[in-house]
Every structure is written in structure tokens, then in C-alpha cells.
């Protein structure tokens, strides 16, 4: 049974590491609040380290990422608050990260 | 009795249990819970039951008084709370502590003023679980 990762925070090692141990192929994530700045690591043209998540299926809130001034870079896909409730529909479980 | 398979938004219209565990002062998550609850509500879903627990009991409270330019958000999550009909519960031990008290737990504890939402209800850990297990769905936001 996939998950929904809800991932509210800004990347840290200890938390990339956290999220490497649990999430499974087929899990999609969803980056909100600080959890948006994952853009920088795993979507910018130079990434400040390896992308590890951009194999899954990630998703950016899109007002999260207009607050903080990111951009929707290629390969990146942005929802609003509804295509946030429509993911949460579609995947049986979900885990927040904050 | 009708099955759910039967209907037909049976394919979108799912029930939630929403988890608020964040004060609307001190991280964004409590907005983040009340835009989702908005628009969970707008697509035509159910909510089963909103949570509030630890500091996520302030969204609650019905004396907190926000800049002009500021959303009041226990004010907005009332407005949602009164004109869906929703079911709210506020954790009794998370909720005293923080001055959060309707007029029974006043009462019992001689205070002089309420602070809750009366849309709320000031409840137990148990009314969580019971919502849970009647929902397709939780989410939890802190």
C-alpha cells in the first residue's frame, strides 16, 4: 500500500536520510511550507547534491513556492491546495514530515 | 444499506479526519490545515472530525485578536466549522493547560471566563481514534 509523504520541512541531511529509509517505489511526495526549499536540492540546474528523490513522483505546493520566491524549474511539477487534497485521495496513507 | 460503491462520487467523495497539532502563531501549519480543509470541503469530500491537539488547541480560542492585515485563524476555522456543520474536538488535557476552557471546564475549575469557540468541542484522545476508524482518511499537520 503507497504512501504520501508530506514533507513540511527544509532539507537537512538527517532528514533526507529519514526519508530515504522509509519511502518505497510508488510513494509520491509532496514538498509544502519550508519543505519547498527540497527544490534547490533535487531540481535546480546545479544541484547542491545529488538528487535522490527526483525517481518518485514529487510534487511542489505552488503557493509555498511563490512565498518563498522558487521558481518551477524543468522537470518539477507544482499543484495548488486542490491538487494537494486530490493526491491525498488518490494514495491510501499519508506521512507527514515536520 | 447502500454501499458506497454504489453512489456515484463513490470514486472522490472520501471522509477525513484532520490532525491540527500546530498554533496558528507559531508555524504555518495550522493554515496550511484550514486552506486543506476548505478545499477538501469545496471537492466535494466529507469531514469526519478535526482534531486539535498539543499547541494546535489555539486554533481554538476565540480571544485571540490578529493585526488587520493578518488572517484571524481560530476566527476563520470557526466560520468553516459553523457554516459546514463540522464535528470539532479540542483535547481536554492539551487545551487546559493553555487556557483553553468552555464554560463546563471553567466551571470545574473555578475560572472566571471561557476562551473556546463554542463550534468546538473540548473532548478526549478517544474521539480521535473513533473518527479515524470511521475515515478513509487522516492527515496530520504540524
Known amino acids: 500500500m503507497n504512501s504520501l509523504h508530506i514533507i513540511a ?12 529509509a522509509v519511502i518505497d517505489e510508488g510513494d509520491v511526495l ?5 519543505g519547498v526549499y527540497f527544490a534547490r536540492t533535487e531540481f535546480s540546474p ?21 512565498a518563498r520566491g522558487i521558481e518551477v524549474l524543468e522537470g518539477m511539477q507544482a499543484v495548488d491546495t486542490r491538487g494537494f487534497v ?7 496513507r499519508s506521512v507527514s514530515w515536520y | 444499506m447502500t454501499s458506497l460503491d454504489d453512489t456515484p462520487r463513490a470514486a472522490h467523495a472520501l471522509r477525513y479526519t484532520l490532525l491540527i497539532n500546530a ?12 486552506r486543506f480543509a476548505e478545499s477538501l470541503l469545496q471537492m466535494g469530500h466529507h469531514i469526519e472530525r478535526l482534531f486539535f491537539y498539543g499547541d494546535g488547541v489555539l486554533n481554538a480560542s476565540r480571544l485571540t485578536v490578529m ?24 483535547c481536554v488535557s492539551s487545551a487546559i493547560r493553555r487556557g483553553i476552557v468552555d464554560a463546563a471546564e471553567a466551571q470545574r475549575h473555578e475560572l ?7 463550534s468546538s468541542e473540548i473532548g478526549g484522545l478517544g474521539q480521535l481514534i473513533e473518527a479515524m476508524s470511521n475515515s478513509d482518511r487522516m492527515l496530520s499537520f504540524g
Open chain 1, 9 to 20: 520541512k527544509a532539507p537537512t541531511s538527517a532528514s533526507i536520510a529519514e526519508l530515504n
Open chain 1, 30 to 34: 509532496i514538498f509544502i511550507e519550508d
Open chain 1, 46 to 66: 546545479s544541484p547542491s547534491s545529488a538528487p535522490r528523490f527526483r525517481h518518485l513522483e514529487c510534487y511542489f505546493l505552488k503557493e509555498d513556492l511563490a
Open chain 1, 86 to 92: 486530490a493526491l491525498s485521495a488518490r494514495l491510501p
Open chain 2, 23 to 34: 498554533a496558528p502563531q507559531s508555524s504555518q501549519a495550522a493554515k496550511t490545515a484550514l
Open chain 2, 67 to 90: 493585526p488587520q492585515d493578518e488572517i484571524n485563524i481560530p476566527a476563520a476555522w470557526h466560520a468553516l466549522i459553523e457554516a459546514n456543520d463540522l464535528a470539532s474536538v479540542v
Open chain 2, 112 to 118: 472566571s471566563a471561557t476562551s473556546c469557540y463554542t
